[in-house]
């Protein structure tokens, strides 16, 4: 599991390495020791501002570790999901959200709005 982190951390992100906070070693410990969970693909969360897991750290920064603070067990999609830097993982809706503008005219039947 590590070494799959790792490799995404260094190839992809070009961090020097990963920091695991105690939460992300005690799932990480749990997912090895589980071999159906140990065969899940990977897909990383981080800030989409930044490279890093850092969103001040801007273009493509050098000398710095990723830090995965958790990493999420999603059985039913099947993923393994270590959780770098401090991301919310809810969704938002935006200031203006398209469904505002999405409407049914009763007359017609025909849905207005949508595209």
């Known amino acids: ?3 799959r982190i790792e490799k995404i951390a260094t190839e992809v992100y070009g961090a020097d390495g990963v920091v695991y906070l105690p939460a992300a070693e005690e799932k990480i410990r749990l ?3 589980d071999p ?3 065969q ?3 897909c990383m969360v981080k800030t989409h501002l930044s490279l890093s897991d850092d969103p ?3 273009g493509v920064p050098r000398g710095w570790n990723l ?3 958790d990493v999420l067990i999603y059985r039913g999609s099947g993923f393994i999901v270590p959780v770098a830097g401090d991301i919310s993982l809810m969704p938002g809706t935006g200031s203006d959200p ?3 503008r999405i409407d049914v005219d ?3 039947g025909k849905v207005k709005g949508l595209f």
């Open 56 to 58: 001040t750290k801007k």
């Open 36 to 38: 159906e969970l140990r």
């Open 106 to 108: 009763v007359e017609t």
């Open 40 to 42: 899940m693909p990977i």
């Open 67 to 69: 830090r995965v603070r």
């Open 98 to 100: 398209a469904y505002r």
């Open 1 to 3: 599991m590590k070494t």
């Open 31 to 33: 997912i090895e020791s």
